[in-house]
C-alpha cells in the first residue's frame, strides 16, 4: 500500500496581484533586489577597471559566471527541499554582508584584484541557489490564475531596475568612488530581507495537470511549512514515496531522499512532462538566438553602420520600451488566449525583427525595428516564463526554474564571444540571420508540439 501526503487546503484568492498588498511586499523586495544588483555591478566594473589591465577586468566581471553556471542545478534542489522564501532570505543576507564587507575594507584600504574577484564568485555561487528560489517564489505568493500577471509585473520591475541602477551606481562612484557605490548597493540589497520576511506564503496544491508525475516519480502535494519547505516531519522531502505492510503495520519510507536523487527526480519529472521539455527547448533556442545579437553584435553593428554610441544608445532603448509594453500588456490583462500559439507566434516574429535589424542602414529604421524587437521578445518571454510557473508542479518549481536558468544565464552568454568571432569572419547580415533562424526555431518547436501549442494560462 503506498500512502500520499494530502495536501493543506489553499487559502482563498487576494484578489488581482496589482491591488494584493503580499504581491507588492514581494514585488518591492524583488526590485530593491534588482537595482542593488545594478549598482553592484557598476561599481564592480569600475573598480576592476582602476585596479588592473582591462583584461583582467573582463576576467573579474565574467568569473561568477562559471560557479553560477556549475551550481545552479544544485541551487534548484536546495529552492526546493528548504523552500524559496527562506533561500531567498538567506541569499539576500549573504549578498548584503559580502557587499558590504568589501565596501568597508575599500574605504580603508586597496586590496586589489583578488578581492574582487572573491566577490564575484561569491556573488556567482549566491546567485546559484537565488535565482531558482526567486523563480520558485511567485507560485508561493499568488494563486495560479494570478501568476501571469505577476510575471508581468516582474518584467517591469527587472526594466525599472535597469534604468535606474546604472545611473545609481553611478552616482555612487562619482560622489566617493567604488567603495560608496558598493555601500549602496549593499544597502539596497538589504531593503528586500525585511520585505521578504513580512511575504505570506500560501499553501499551494500541486499543479492540476495529468503530466505533472511521470513514470517513477510520485508527486505529493506541498507540505504545510510557512516556507513552503519539505515538512520536518517527512524525513524525504516534497516527492518521498512511503510504503506500509499490507496487514495494516506502520507505514516507514522506503528510502530518505538525497539532494541527487532530489536533482535525478527533477530532471525526470522535467523529461517526461509534455509541455515544460519543449518549453525549455523553446527557451532555449530563443536566447541562443537572441542574447549574441542583441548585446555585442548590436555594438558591432552600430560601429559599422557610424550610428555612434549615441545611435547604439537610441536602438537599445527603443528595445527596452518595447519590452516594457509587453510586460505591462501582461500585468494589466493577467493572462492572453492560447498563451502557446500566442508565445510562439511572438517568437517568429521577433526573430524576422531580428534578422532585419542588421539590414536597416539607418538610426530611426533600426529604433523601429528594435522596438518591434522589444516587444515580440518581451512577450514571448513573459508567456514562456508564465507557462513556465503555471505548468510545473510547485514542489518542483525550484529545479524547473533551475534548468530554464542554466540555458538563459549559462549557455545563452556564450553565444556572444562567438558572435562576434562569427561577425568578424561573414560580416553582421549573415550573422544576424543566422541567429534568427536560431530563435525561429524555438517558435517552430512551440508550434509542432501539440500540447505546447495548445497550453493555456489560468483565468
Do not use: K
Not at 526590485?31 to 545594478?38: F, L, Q, Y
Not at 523552500?83 to 539576500?92: K, L
Not at 526567486?134 to 505577476?150: E, M, S, Y
Amino acid at each position: 500500500m503506498t500512502t500520499t501526503v494530502i495536501p493543506p487546503a489553499v487559502r482563498p484568492p487576494a484578489g488581482p496581484a496589482h491591488r494584493d498588498g503580499n504581491v507588492l511586499r514581494w514585488l518591492g523586495a524583488y526590485t530593491a533586489s534588482m537595482i542593488g544588483d545594478n549598482v553592484f555591478y557598476i561599481a564592480l566594473s569600475w573598480a576592476a577597471v582602476r585596479s588592473g589591465t582591462p583584461s583582467q577586468a573582463g576576467l573579474v566581471m565574467a568569473v561568477s559566471a562559471v560557479p553560477r553556471a556549475l551550481l545552479m542545478l544544485g541551487g534548484g534542489v536546495v529552492a526546493d527541499r528548504f523552500g524559496p522564501r527562506r533561500v531567498v532570505i538567506g541569499s539576500d543576507a549573504v549578498r548584503c554582508a559580502a557587499v558590504l564587507t568589501v565596501a568597508a575594507l575599500l574605504f580603508v584600504a586597496r586590496p586589489g584584484l583578488w578581492l574582487l574577484a572573491l566577490l564575484a564568485v561569491v556573488f556567482g555561487i549566491v546567485d546559484a541557489v537565488f535565482m531558482p528560489a526567486v523563480g520558485a517564489l511567485p507560485a508561493r505568493v499568488t494563486g495560479r490564475d494570478q501568476l501571469a500577471r505577476v510575471q508581468g509585473m516582474r518584467g517591469l520591475a527587472v526594466r525599472f531596475a535597469n534604468v535606474v541602477g546604472a545611473p545609481l551606481g553611478g552616482l555612487g562612484v562619482a560622489l566617493g568612488g567604488s567603495a560608496t557605490a558598493f555601500a549602496l548597493a549593499g544597502l539596497l540589497i538589504a531593503v528586500s530581507v525585511p520585505l521578504l520576511i513580512s511575504v505570506r506564503m500560501r499553501e499551494t496544491p500541486p499543479a492540476d495537470d495529468a503530466n505533472t508525475a511521470p513514470a517513477g516519480v510520485e508527486a505529493v502535494g506541498p507540505p504545510g511549512d510557512p516556507d513552503g519547505a519539505p515538512a520536518r516531519g517527512d524525513v524525504s522531502g516534497p516527492h518521498a514515496r512511503v510504503s506500509g505492510a499490507e496487514d495494516g503495520t506502520a507505514a516507514v519510507p522506503e528510502r530518505p531522499a538525497t539532494a541527487w536523487r532530489d536533482l535525478r527526480d527533477g530532471l525526470r519529472y522535467i523529461r517526461g512532462h509534455q509541455v515544460l521539455a519543449p518549453l525549455i527547448v523553446t527557451i532555449a533556442l530563443g536566447d541562443l538566438g537572441f542574447v549574441g545579437p542583441l548585446n555585442v553584435g548590436l555594438a558591432l553593428l552600430a560601429d559599422r553602420r557610424g550610428w555612434g554610441a549615441s545611435g547604439m544608445g537610441l536602438v537599445v532603448a527603443a528595445f527596452g520600451a518595447g519590452a516594457g509594453a509587453a510586460a505591462l500588456l501582461l500585468a494589466w490583462r493577467g493572462t492572453l488566449p492560447r498563451a502557446g500559439s500566442a508565445g510562439a507566434a511572438a517568437l517568429l516574429g521577433g526573430s524576422v525583427a531580428i534578422g532585419a535589424l542588421a539590414q536597416v542602414p539607418g538610426v530611426g529604421a533600426a529604433v523601429g525595428v528594435a522596438l518591434a524587437i522589444g516587444l515580440l521578445a518581451g512577450l514571448s518571454g513573459a508567456l514562456c516564463g508564465a507557462l513556465l510557473q503555471t505548468q510545473s508542479d510547485p514542489a518542483y518549481l525550484g529545479r524547473v526554474t533551475a534548468v530554464a536558468g542554466i540555458v538563459s544565464l549559462g549557455l545563452a552568454p556564450l553565444s556572444m564571444p562567438l558572435t562576434a568571432a562569427a561577425i568578424g569572419w561573414w560580416g553582421t547580415g549573415p550573422v544576424f540571420a543566422g541567429s534568427a533562424v536560431v530563435c525561429g526555431l524555438g517558435g517552430v518547436v512551440a508550434l509542432a508540439v501539440r500540447d505546447l501549442r495548445r497550453a493555456e494560462l489560468p483565468r
